[in-house]
């Protein structure tokens, strides 16, 4: 079955929080973690590319369908707001991520491990599939407002 997904990110936070680290004593702390951001957004396109390629359709209900994925095993809590052939909304209340981050004392790296990924990760799996989001828990909100337009 392989390693999970929230386990997986959680081993690459360990790894790289340390490097990070240092190398924000020598370009400074916002350059490191836009160096880190950067990365892992342009991780998340390439991901959500294959995605596409390898489920040979990616339209709302195929992203639907990944996201249940993910969610599988009740780490997640969502509430569904909307859902057509072109908009999927919904508020995630709990975040599994959130959770291991704080659990590990890497809370001040969640925006940069995780968040800055979903926009990248819709733009790689469909060039027309917009995320808006203007609310995180990982940002201390209580809940993710996620927003994913398919547009024409």
Not at 1 to 16: K, L, N, P, T
Not at 20 to 39: K, N, P, T
Request: with cysteine.
């Amino acid at each position: 079955m392989g390693i999970h997904r929230v386990e997986r990110r959680m081993i690459e936070a360990m790894a790289v929080t340390p490097l990070i680290r240092e190398v924000a004593q020598s370009i400074g702390w916002e350059e490191a973690l836009a160096i880190l951001r950067d990365v892992n957004q342009k991780e998340a396109f390439q991901r959500g590319q294959n995605l596409s390629i390898e489920l040979g359709r990616n339209g709302i209900d195929e992203l639907v369908k990944e996201l249940e994925r993910w969610g599988r095993g009740g780490e997640w809590e969502m509430d569904v707001l909307e859902k057509s052939e072109s908009t999927y909304f919904f508020n995630v209340t709990r975040c599994p991520y959130h959770e291991k981050y704080k659990e590990l004392g890497l809370e001040e790296f969640g925006v940069e491990f995780s968040c800055c990924r979903e926009k990248y990760f819709a733009k790689g799996f469909n060039s027309n599939l917009r995320l808006v989001r203007k609310k995180t828990i990982m940002e201390g909100y209580d809940h993710c407002d996620f927003r994913y337009y398919l547009e024409a």
